[in-house]
């Protein structure tokens, strides 16, 4: 199981995370974040299939894919 981490903080609302999130995974969130502005927030983590594109894309290294042991 995957967890998206988006740091809110450090998140400088590019949008390149959701443009190149082949999976729709993310959006931009219609709340303000502490730097001002609209950050990325996850909105489907389920369709989250590690490909790591929006790591990559990130300018600010502000997004991490996190593998989750599963529960027994
Ligand atoms: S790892 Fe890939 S599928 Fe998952 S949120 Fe990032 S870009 Fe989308
Ligand atoms: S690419 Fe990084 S800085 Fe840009 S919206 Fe996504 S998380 Fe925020």
Do not use: Q, W, Y
């Not at 949008?15 to 959006?27: E, I, N, Y």
């Not at 989250?48 to 027994?72: Q, Y």
Request: aromatic share 2%; glycine share 6%; with cysteine.
């Amino acid at each position: 199981m995957l967890r998206i981490v988006i740091d809110r903080k450090h998140c400088k609302g590019c949008g390149l995370c959701v443009a190149f999130c082949p999976k729709g995974a993310l959006c931009m969130a219609t709340s303000i974040s502490p730097r001002g502005v609209n950050p990325a927030e996850v909105r489907e983590e389920a369709a989250c299939v590690g490909c790591l594109n929006c790591t990559v894309v990130c300018p600010d290294a502000a997004i991490e894919i996190c593998e989750l042991e599963a529960a027994d």
